[in-house]
């Protein structure tokens, strides 16, 4: 069984530029969800996606838009970055009807400059 | 709004010894607690759970209370092992329909030889 990988594992970014992360989802889960980590904080929820559209979104403005694919993988986009998006970006997949039991990937360290 | 809290940041036990660690939460609706951990560049892997109908749940050297009038849950690990020695983050099953966990701020754990 294929855990959760995420692409890069690290990203230097400009303020202003846009950046895509990548997900791949555990085999045989179909939800997938993403979160914000600043350093020494927990994991703050950004969006979940099921069925490819939005399924619930936390505090964060339109700039971050998600993707997902019929595969179930997923994209996370930024748009216009800021200094304080700077933080490991986790992804995790479940199943729907247990969307809480969730499976973690490594996640994407993105520092903006 | 930090719905919910993990007051100690971190935490250093002998050996052998129990481990106990502590999570609040302010949200009388969260009906599911979940603990994770968390190890240097991975993800956080799933531990335990507990509904909020039970007050204890086993799996093993793990163990998590919850008091509901208290709105407090711990994590109880015995014997400790040089293992666990991670970052354990409590979570929350969001409110019906918001398809989200609501993470702590997470304790750090030492386990001393």
């Known amino acids: 069984e294929t855990g959760v990988t995420q692409s890069p594992t690290h990203l230097i970014k400009t303020r202003g530029q846009q950046v895509t992360l990548r997900c791949s989802s555990q085999?045989?889960?179909?939800?997938v969800s993403w979160y914000q980590q600043a350093l020494g904080q927990g994991p703050q929820f950004i969006f979940q996606?099921?069925?490819?559209?939005?399924?619930g979104r936390g505090n964060f403005p339109p700039r971050f838009s998600g993707l997902q694919f019929p595969n179930y993988s997923s994209e996370l986009n930024v748009n216009a970055l800021e200094l304080d998006d700077s933080a490991l970006y986790l992804c995790?997949?479940?199943?729907?009807?247990?969307?809480?039991?969730?499976?973690f990937g490594p996640g994407t360290r993105l520092t903006v400059t | 709004d930090q719905q919910v809290k993990q007051n100690s940041p971190s935490l250093s036990v002998q050996e052998g010894r129990i481990s106990i660690l502590n999570c609040d939460y302010t949200?009388?609706?969260?009906?599911?607690f979940l603990w994770y951990k968390k190890y240097p560049a991975e993800g956080p892997t799933f531990l335990i759970s507990?509904?909020?109908?039970?007050d204890k749940n086993e799996d093993g050297r793990f163990t998590v209370f919850l008091n509901k009038s208290a709105k407090h849950l711990s994590l109880h690990i015995v014997p400790s092992q040089p293992g666990d020695s991670a970052v354990y983050f409590c979570?929350?099953?969001?409110?019906?329909?918001?398809?989200?966990?609501?993470f702590g701020q997470g304790t750090r754990l030492t386990i001393n030889p």
């Open positions: 979570a929350a099953r969001g409110l019906q329909g918001a398809q989200k966990l609501v």
């Open positions: 085999s045989g889960h179909n939800t």
């Open positions: 995790a997949s479940s199943r729907q009807e247990s969307y809480y039991e969730q499976y």
């Open positions: 996606y099921y069925r490819e559209e939005e399924n």
């Open positions: 507990i509904s909020s109908i039970k």
């Open positions: 949200n009388s609706m969260f009906d599911y």
